[in-house]
């Protein structure tokens, strides 16, 4: 994370452009194209081609300056990817041009007049207080429903009272899949059965393969669904349909899936006895070509975690919500250098897990996480000052989570899966954002360079990349994430 906010803090979520319309104070109205769109941030511009200097999203207020072609003005402005047009009238326009009108209901880009009393400060002002009335509902229906999750897991019958509470709170369906795909439990509304066929169709994406996504999601039915795999290690999967998808969502999901992570992990056996003996023994010095057999063959993957939320149970649910059972919270870790000792550069009270593939290990909420690569039971202390490695890095970049890749996505995973994982992974970047961080890195970073070759200002690139750095939810100064961007920007 690049934000020093909680990872459970839902975002800013978009305002609707009815709402800003609604508000009587601005005068505000509308003259062509839907109201019913997205609004994400406010822009002015005069240039007479504001492309370069657009996200996408936003609301962009002129009173055309140099409005000379109201056609082409608003193609660009459509390519651009603007949430809307603002014109304000007077001193330059005393009604807004009817060619500007025209186009922008043959484009279907919504326009909205702007009168004379109503400076453009006060509409983005407006803006921005609904921003964050709304920011302030997501966080309170947030923390209400993990109160009402937490509740759930306490009762008699807590894997059902769980999905209950999910469903009552996302206002849906909520279920519980098995491996083979079957409904083991659900809770809420009844859904189409077109809806309920493709909920269970995107929760067979989620298998238990290395690598594999641990959630998707899509739409079926009218309805919009949400798979997450679970992580207690039997290939379970929580699938959720809703009729919208708030912003605060994904976060209420993610509290389910842990609690459904504990209440589901499936009891240890003898083997499970057995590997944690020999995790103990490993801890205490015994070289790892000796318990070789008792950990099995492998491969195995280590990870180094530092963070949580500073309860007793923390660092247990860390482990459950990754799928294993293998998990040391007291500051040393496998493969650790000379009997007793501690892995050269790990970090004091740093948790260790040991996941046998095919676990994912994908990013914790509160956690900072370090990923060392798949390796044999006799490499684990490789594996382990890797996993710290990562760790350090992630720690000192603002990641999330940090693998130790030396290879690069080229040599993990074939052509299919690495334009796979390019598309999920670039999703939320538009064409002109994508294009640009393409021509940034292909140019290791030049700011001048990349301008010049793009025939955009320097300005302009900054913001882009820093938007690409924001929804990515990446560090761009991280040499890691460059490589692994660059190599999904040239596969997918």
């Not at 923390?314 to 919500?321: Q, R, T, V, Y």
Request: net charge negative; proline share 8%; aromatic share 4%.
């Amino acid at each position: 994370m690049t934000s020093a906010e909680p990872a459970a803090t839902p975002p800013a979520p978009p305002v609707s452009l009815t709402a800003l319309l609604a508000r009587r104070d601005l005068g505000l109205r509308l003259l062509a194209g839907p109201e019913d769109v997205s609004i994400h941030w406010v822009h002015t511009s005069e240039m007479a081609d504001p492309y370069p200097y657009l996200l996408g999203g936003e609301l962009l207020m002129t009173a055309g300056v140099l409005l000379a072609d109201p056609a082409h003005y608003v193609e660009r402005v459509v390519e651009a990817g603007a949430a809307a047009l603002a014109f304000g009238v007077t001193p330059v326009y005393d009604t807004v041009p009817a060619e500007l009108v025209e186009a922008c209901a043959r484009h279907g880009l919504p326009l909205v007049e702007v009168p004379p009393r109503t400076p453009f400060t006060a509409v983005a002002r407006a803006l921005w207080r609904l921003m964050a009335e709304a920011r302030l509902y997501e966080l309170r229906r947030v923390t209400e429903a993990q109160q009402s999750l937490a509740a759930a897991a306490a009762r008699p019958a807590p894997v059902p009272a769980v999905l209950g509470a999910l469903a009552s709170r996302l206002g849906g369906r909520a279920v519980l899949f098995g491996a083979d795909g079957t409904e083991s439990v659900a809770a809420g509304r009844e859904v189409p059965a077109e809806a309920a066929r493709a909920l269970r169709d995107l929760a067979g994406v989620l298998g238990p393969r290395p690598g594999g996504p641990a959630s998707a999601s899509g739409d079926g039915g009218g309805l919009r669904l949400a798979a997450y795999a679970l992580g207690g290690g039997d290939g379970l999967t929580l699938g959720v349909a809703t009729e919208r998808r708030g912003p605060g969502d994904h976060t209420i999901a993610g509290v389910a899936v842990v609690l459904l992570s504990l209440l589901t992990a499936p009891h240890r056996g003898a083997d499970a006895t057995v590997r944690d003996g020999a995790l103990v023994r490993l801890l205490l010095g015994t070289a790892p070509a000796e318990i070789a057999d008792a950990l099995g063959p492998g491969p195995w993957t280590v990870v180094h975690a530092s963070g949580g939320d500073g309860t007793p149970f923390a660092a247990a649910g860390l482990a459950a919500a990754l799928g294993t059972p293998l998990m040391d919270a007291g500051g040393t870790a496998p493969g650790a250098a000379g009997r007793g000792g501690t892995a050269p550069g790990a970090a004091l009270g740093a948790v260790r897990l040991l996941l046998p593939l095919p676990s994912p290990v994908t990013a914790q909420s509160g956690w900072t996480l370090g990923v060392s690569a798949p390796v044999e039971a006799g490499e684990l202390a490789a594996a382990d000052a890797q996993a710290a490695r990562a760790l350090r890095r992630a720690e000192a970049t603002g990641a999330d989570l940090v693998r130790h890749r030396p290879g690069g996505i080229a040599a993990l995973v074939d052509p299919d899966e690495a334009t796979a994982h390019a598309r999920a992974l670039l999703a939320p970047l538009g064409e002109p954002l994508a294009e640009t961080l393409h021509v940034w890195l292909s140019l290791h970073g030049g700011w001048d360079r990349t301008a010049a070759a793009m025939d955009i200002h320097r300005n302009t690139v900054r913001q882009r990349i820093t938007r690409c750095a924001a929804l990515l939810d990446r560090d761009l100064d991280d040499p890691d994430v460059r490589m692994e961007l660059w190599f999904a920007l040239k596969s997918r």
